[in-house]
């Protein structure tokens, strides 16, 4: 038996789970908080939220004799394709009417922006700069060779009539973003990638979260947007999504689906069917999706009640300064405009085993009636420690 591995210059990979998680399981500490989940919401009781029409859609799909588990074809579910682009852009959006808008089923929250970025390194060549706004996954092209360029995004605003040629905007949160300069820009030949993973847990209200797109297709921008689901139905175990393409008519947007789905094929051939069975099936029928409707919007209202909960318990205990900017904000995850440089959030991980990021962004839905009062005495200690100092 050879003893000489292959694998010898194989490093150990650092690990995926963050530093923070890392401290945060190691600590001993009976009251620790963790405040940092990312990608999902929690329940009053700690749980991962799941929409109350999702376990009776999963009981129906396992009792139905009918259906075949035969491999997808390579662009996924139609049916799941059609209802999502229907989510995204209403029923009668001009995209849909003309024909020049397709989508394909892909793999997990992140496999629909794996799969445009690949098309652009192989497609878009010329295109060597990408401005990123609030996405995680936009460092992806950074890695194909692309290179950042911060200058051109300031908070909730885009320049985009300053962009070089060929550039590419990466958007995340689009219902907090709003475009700073308007002006034609078609001829710079700008290309956008929209990174929509929360649609209607920002504000409630489905269409208003993505209202931002409708600018685009007015303008006759060509996109595309990773369209991700499993948030928004809470099957964070079935992962799946979509890659939306809005190209200027249906002969170009034929061309590019082709060119994805010969991609898809290398990838990983054939999308899961259980997510997208499950979130069909739900969108096409108009009782089911008025009901799981209702729970993003208890969901959001549970969110914002906590924000003002936190806030008027801050206000009670007199902490210094004004935390208005809580309740100003969207979606479970916002700033909590603690100062790093006045070692405010090192308190709050050091001294009471309260464990967030350095720029405080957290997740609301971590606080509950249980710790509520433990986190805001918290907060105002750190505040109240570090007053005075400039």
């Known amino acids: 038996m050879t003893t000489l591995s292959v694998f010898l210059d194989v490093p150990l990979a650092q690990k995926l789970e963050g ?37 009776k859609m999963r009981l129906q799909i396992a009792q139905d004799p009918s259906l075949n588990y035969e491999y997808l074809p390579v662009n996924g ?8 682009l229907k989510l995204l852009f209403g029923k ?11 989508g394909v089923h892909t793999v997990g929250d992140n496999g ?7 098309f652009l ?7 060597q700069t990408v ?30 009539q300053q962009a070089p040629h060929d550039s590419i905007f990466v958007i995340g949160n689009i219902c907090d973003c709003n475009l700073t300069q308007s002006h034609p820009t078609s001829n710079k030949r700008i290309f956008l990638f929209f990174d929509i993973s929360s ?9 208003k979260d993505t209202g931002f797109l409708q600018y685009f297709v007015s303008q006759g921008f060509e996109f595309f947007c990773s369209q991700s689901l499993s948030k928004t139905f809470g099957i964070y175990d079935e992962g799946v999504g979509i890659l939306v393409v809005v190209a200027l008519n249906n002969e170009l947007l034929l061309c590019v689906l082709s060119q994805l789905m010969k991609l898809t094929q290398a990838l990983w051939l054939n ?29 959001v209202e549970n969110i914002m009640l906590i924000k003002e909960k936190v806030k008027e318990k801050l206000r009670l205990l007199g902490t210094p300064g004004s935390w208005d900017h809580i309740t100003d904000q969207n979606g479970s995850h916002s700033y909590l405009g603690l100062n790093s440089k006045f070692q405010q959030v090192e308190y709050l991980v050091r001294k009471k085993h309260i464990y967030l990021p350095k720029n405080s962004r957290i997740n609301f839905t971590c606080i509950n009636a249980h710790n509520i009062d433990y986190i805001t005495q918290s907060i105002n200690e750190a505040v109240l420690s570090t007053k005075g100092l400039d």
């Open 271 to 299: 999308p899961p069917i259980t997510g997208a069975r499950i979130i069909t099936s739900i969108l096409c029928n108009p009782a089911l999706q008025e009901e799981w409707k209702q729970s993003l919007k208890g969901l």
């Open 77 to 84: 579910m139609r049916s799941f394709t059609e209802a999502s």
């Open 121 to 127: 390194k192989i497609w878009r060549k010329d295109s």
């Open 92 to 102: 009668h959006n001009q995209v849909i009417v003309e024909n020049r808008v397709g």
């Open 199 to 207: 649609q209607g847990l920002s504000t409630g209200d489905l269409e």
């Open 131 to 160: 401005f990123i706004m609030s996405s995680k996954k936009g460092e992806l092209l950074c890695k194909m060779g692309m290179t950042e360029d911060p200058s051109l995004l300031f908070p909730n605003g885009v320049y985009l």
């Open 19 to 55: 530093s923070l998680l890392k401290t945060y399981k190691q600590d001993s500490c009976p009251k620790k908080i963790f405040l940092a989940f990312r990608g999902r919401y929690l329940t009053s009781k700690g749980q991962p939220w799941v929409s109350s029409v999702v376990p």
């Open 112 to 118: 629909a922006f794996q799969l445009g970025a690949q």
